[in-house]
Protein backbone atom coordinates (compact mmCIF):
# COMPACT_ATOMS: atom_id res chain seq x y z
CA UNK A 1 0.00 0.00 0.00
CA UNK A 2 1.46 3.24 -0.49
CA UNK A 3 0.15 7.12 0.11
CA UNK A 4 -0.06 9.35 -2.78
CA UNK A 5 -0.80 13.01 -2.88
CA UNK A 6 -2.13 15.79 -4.78
CA UNK A 7 -3.66 19.32 -4.56
CA UNK A 8 -4.53 22.37 -5.89
CA UNK A 9 -6.34 20.76 -9.00
CA UNK A 10 -9.18 23.98 -9.20
CA UNK A 11 -11.09 21.91 -11.30
CA UNK A 12 -13.93 24.01 -12.97
CA UNK A 13 -17.27 23.24 -14.69
CA UNK A 14 -16.97 26.22 -17.04
CA UNK A 15 -14.59 25.68 -19.69
CA UNK A 16 -14.11 29.72 -19.85
CA UNK A 17 -12.79 29.31 -16.54
CA UNK A 18 -9.47 27.25 -17.83
CA UNK A 19 -6.05 27.96 -15.82
CA UNK A 20 -3.77 29.04 -18.57
CA UNK A 21 -3.28 32.56 -17.38
CA UNK A 22 -1.10 30.77 -14.81
CA UNK A 23 0.88 29.02 -17.57
CA UNK A 24 1.56 26.55 -20.26
CA UNK A 25 1.67 23.66 -17.73
CA UNK A 26 -2.64 24.32 -16.80
CA UNK A 27 -3.24 23.91 -20.51
CA UNK A 28 -6.03 20.87 -20.17
CA UNK A 29 -5.48 20.48 -16.50
CA UNK A 30 -8.00 18.21 -15.65
CA UNK A 31 -7.59 15.98 -18.00
CA UNK A 32 -3.80 15.80 -17.61
CA UNK A 33 -3.91 15.13 -13.49
CA UNK A 34 -6.97 12.68 -14.41
CA UNK A 35 -5.18 10.42 -16.83
CA UNK A 36 -1.86 11.08 -15.06
CA UNK A 37 -2.80 9.72 -11.62
CA UNK A 38 -4.62 6.18 -13.55
CA UNK A 39 -1.57 5.61 -14.48
CA UNK A 40 0.30 5.87 -10.91
CA UNK A 41 -1.91 4.99 -8.49
CA UNK A 42 -2.90 1.02 -7.95
CA UNK A 43 -6.33 -0.08 -6.29
CA UNK A 44 -4.29 -0.66 -2.73
CA UNK A 45 -3.34 2.94 -2.71
CA UNK A 46 -4.54 5.72 -0.85
CA UNK A 47 -5.16 9.71 -2.33
CA UNK A 48 -4.80 12.57 -0.25
CA UNK A 49 -6.37 15.39 -1.90
CA UNK A 50 -5.18 18.94 -0.53
CA UNK A 51 -7.53 21.62 -0.81
CA UNK A 52 -8.15 24.14 -3.77
CA UNK A 53 -10.05 21.11 -5.50
CA UNK A 54 -12.75 23.01 -7.05
CA UNK A 55 -13.86 26.83 -8.51
CA UNK A 56 -17.28 26.24 -8.24
CA UNK A 57 -19.26 27.88 -5.21
CA UNK A 58 -22.16 25.00 -4.72
CA UNK A 59 -21.44 21.55 -3.16
CA UNK A 60 -23.64 19.83 -5.86
CA UNK A 61 -21.28 21.15 -8.45
CA UNK A 62 -18.04 20.47 -6.61
CA UNK A 63 -19.35 16.59 -6.22
CA UNK A 64 -18.93 16.25 -9.72
CA UNK A 65 -15.19 16.94 -9.10
CA UNK A 66 -14.76 14.85 -5.99
CA UNK A 67 -17.24 12.18 -7.49
CA UNK A 68 -14.13 12.33 -10.40
CA UNK A 69 -11.47 12.09 -7.83
CA UNK A 70 -13.00 9.05 -5.92
CA UNK A 71 -13.51 7.56 -9.05
CA UNK A 72 -9.62 7.10 -9.36
CA UNK A 73 -7.72 4.31 -8.84
CA UNK A 74 -7.09 4.19 -4.90
CA UNK A 75 -8.75 1.91 -2.07
CA UNK A 76 -9.82 5.23 -0.10
CA UNK A 77 -8.95 8.97 -0.65
CA UNK A 78 -8.96 11.58 1.91
CA UNK A 79 -8.94 15.91 1.20
CA UNK A 80 -8.63 18.96 3.34
CA UNK A 81 -10.37 21.77 2.18
CA UNK A 82 -7.98 24.67 0.51
CA UNK A 83 -9.33 28.91 0.79
CA UNK A 84 -10.87 28.33 -2.78
CA UNK A 85 -13.06 25.17 -1.80
CA UNK A 86 -16.13 28.09 -1.58
CA UNK A 87 -18.25 24.69 -1.56
CA UNK A 88 -16.83 23.54 1.12
CA UNK A 89 -18.94 25.11 3.87
CA UNK A 90 -21.63 22.97 6.17
CA UNK A 91 -19.78 19.73 7.27
CA UNK A 92 -22.97 17.88 7.90
CA UNK A 93 -24.55 18.23 4.49
CA UNK A 94 -20.82 17.32 3.14
CA UNK A 95 -20.37 14.88 5.13
CA UNK A 96 -24.01 13.18 4.22
CA UNK A 97 -23.25 14.20 0.17
CA UNK A 98 -19.75 12.36 -0.14
CA UNK A 99 -19.95 9.32 -1.66
CA UNK A 100 -18.65 6.21 -0.03
CA UNK A 101 -14.46 6.16 -0.17
CA UNK A 102 -14.28 9.89 -0.03
CA UNK A 103 -13.83 11.96 3.00
CA UNK A 104 -13.14 14.82 4.23
CA UNK A 105 -10.16 16.08 7.22
CA UNK A 106 -11.06 18.96 9.20
CA UNK A 107 -9.88 19.19 12.61
CA UNK A 108 -9.71 15.44 13.07
CA UNK A 109 -7.96 12.10 12.53
CA UNK A 110 -8.90 8.52 10.86
CA UNK A 111 -7.33 5.35 10.53
CA UNK A 112 -7.57 3.74 7.29
CA UNK A 113 -5.21 0.13 6.41
CA UNK A 114 -3.37 0.97 9.42
CA UNK A 115 -2.01 4.18 8.81
CA UNK A 116 -3.04 6.90 10.88
CA UNK A 117 -4.01 10.57 9.13
CA UNK A 118 -4.84 13.64 10.45
CA UNK A 119 -5.79 16.93 8.47
CA UNK A 120 -7.01 20.55 8.47
CA UNK A 121 -6.57 23.04 5.97
CA UNK A 122 -3.82 25.37 8.01
CA UNK A 123 -3.69 29.35 7.27
CA UNK A 124 -0.88 32.18 6.98
CA UNK A 125 0.80 32.19 9.81
CA UNK A 126 1.73 35.46 11.62
CA UNK A 127 5.64 35.35 10.65
CA UNK A 128 4.54 35.02 6.69
CA UNK A 129 4.98 38.35 5.21
CA UNK A 130 2.52 37.82 3.07
CA UNK A 131 -0.22 37.43 6.36
CA UNK A 132 -1.83 40.93 7.66
CA UNK A 133 -4.11 41.17 10.90
CA UNK A 134 -7.24 39.98 9.47
CA UNK A 135 -5.45 36.66 9.46
CA UNK A 136 -4.65 36.64 13.17
CA UNK A 137 -8.17 34.78 13.81
CA UNK A 138 -8.35 32.42 11.60
CA UNK A 139 -4.67 31.43 12.44
CA UNK A 140 -5.74 30.70 16.30
CA UNK A 141 -8.83 28.81 14.71
CA UNK A 142 -6.61 26.70 12.63
CA UNK A 143 -3.49 26.03 15.17
CA UNK A 144 -6.76 24.56 17.78
CA UNK A 145 -7.80 22.44 14.78
CA UNK A 146 -4.16 20.79 13.88
CA UNK A 147 -3.59 20.08 17.92
CA UNK A 148 -7.18 18.98 17.76
CA UNK A 149 -6.67 16.57 14.73
CA UNK A 150 -2.91 15.24 15.79
CA UNK A 151 -3.83 14.44 19.78
CA UNK A 152 -6.96 12.32 17.96
CA UNK A 153 -4.12 10.97 15.87
CA UNK A 154 -2.70 10.02 18.61
CA UNK A 155 -5.43 8.37 20.25
CA UNK A 156 -5.74 5.64 16.93
CA UNK A 157 -2.20 4.56 18.30
CA UNK A 158 -0.05 5.67 14.60
CA UNK A 159 2.38 2.66 15.43
CA UNK A 160 4.46 4.22 11.63
CA UNK A 161 3.70 7.90 12.72
CA UNK A 162 0.86 10.19 11.85
CA UNK A 163 0.42 10.99 7.91
CA UNK A 164 -1.00 15.28 8.02
CA UNK A 165 -2.64 16.51 5.45
CA UNK A 166 -2.38 20.90 5.17
CA UNK A 167 -3.86 22.94 2.63
CA UNK A 168 -1.30 25.92 3.57
CA UNK A 169 2.26 24.96 4.13
CA UNK A 170 3.96 24.92 7.63
CA UNK A 171 6.49 27.02 5.53
CA UNK A 172 6.05 30.92 4.72
CA UNK A 173 6.29 32.17 1.60
CA UNK A 174 9.59 32.50 2.27
CA UNK A 175 10.37 28.92 3.78
CA UNK A 176 10.96 29.34 7.44
CA UNK A 177 8.67 27.22 10.09
CA UNK A 178 6.23 28.68 11.00
CA UNK A 179 3.87 27.99 14.67
CA UNK A 180 2.10 25.03 13.02
CA UNK A 181 5.55 23.51 12.50
CA UNK A 182 6.68 23.72 15.82
CA UNK A 183 3.00 22.20 16.84
CA UNK A 184 3.13 19.18 14.58
CA UNK A 185 6.77 18.50 15.30
CA UNK A 186 5.79 17.84 19.37
CA UNK A 187 3.79 14.43 17.53
CA UNK A 188 5.27 11.82 15.76
CA UNK A 189 4.25 12.91 12.18
CA UNK A 190 6.11 10.86 9.53
CA UNK A 191 4.70 12.73 6.06
CA UNK A 192 3.39 15.86 6.13
CA UNK A 193 1.89 17.15 2.60
CA UNK A 194 0.72 20.49 1.66
CA UNK A 195 -0.06 22.45 -1.64
CA UNK A 196 -1.38 26.12 -1.93
CA UNK A 197 2.41 27.87 -3.40
CA UNK A 198 2.16 27.79 -6.89
CA UNK A 199 4.73 30.39 -7.73
CA UNK A 200 8.69 30.08 -8.57
CA UNK A 201 9.99 31.85 -5.87
CA UNK A 202 7.48 29.82 -3.49
CA UNK A 203 8.66 26.49 -4.85
CA UNK A 204 12.50 27.82 -4.41
CA UNK A 205 12.34 28.53 -0.97
CA UNK A 206 10.20 25.48 0.50
CA UNK A 207 12.35 22.66 2.22
CA UNK A 208 12.24 19.26 0.33
CA UNK A 209 12.96 16.04 1.66
CA UNK A 210 13.23 15.17 5.15
CA UNK A 211 13.02 18.20 7.50
CA UNK A 212 13.69 16.93 10.93
CA UNK A 213 12.94 14.19 9.92
CA UNK A 214 9.38 14.39 8.27
CA UNK A 215 9.31 13.46 4.81
CA UNK A 216 8.02 16.63 3.83
CA UNK A 217 6.37 17.63 -0.09
CA UNK A 218 4.68 20.34 -1.21
CA UNK A 219 1.58 18.68 -3.56
CA UNK A 220 0.48 21.50 -5.50
CA UNK A 221 -0.55 20.00 -8.98
CA UNK A 222 1.81 22.47 -11.06
CA UNK A 223 4.28 21.97 -8.81
CA UNK A 224 4.17 18.21 -9.44
CA UNK A 225 3.61 18.58 -13.26
CA UNK A 226 0.41 17.09 -12.61
CA UNK A 227 1.25 14.07 -11.62
CA UNK A 228 0.32 12.48 -7.70
CA UNK A 229 3.20 12.42 -5.43
CA UNK A 230 4.02 8.86 -3.57
CA UNK A 231 4.89 10.53 -0.50
CA UNK A 232 5.20 6.66 1.70
CA UNK A 233 5.29 3.16 0.71
CA UNK A 234 4.60 0.30 2.98
CA UNK A 235 7.18 -2.32 0.92
CA UNK A 236 5.44 -5.88 0.82
CA UNK A 237 1.64 -4.93 1.06
CA UNK A 238 -0.28 -5.19 -1.85
CA UNK A 239 -0.74 -2.84 -4.54
FE1 LIG B 1 -4.22 26.72 -5.25
FE1 LIG C 1 -4.72 27.82 -1.81
Redesign the pocket.
Known amino acids: MRIFAIS?THFSLDPTRNMEGFGPIWKNHQEKILSNAKKVIAPGDILLIG??ISWEHKLDQALVHLRQLNDLPGFNKLFVK???DHWCKNLTKLKNSLPQGLQALMGNAVKLRGQVFAGTRGWLAPNDPCADDLDQKTFEKEMALLRQALDQAIELKPAEGIHLLL?FPPFTTQGETTPFWDLLQSYPVATCTY??FHMAAEWEAIPTGKVDGIACQLTAADYLNMTPYCIWDAPGTPK
Open positions: DGDGNHHGH
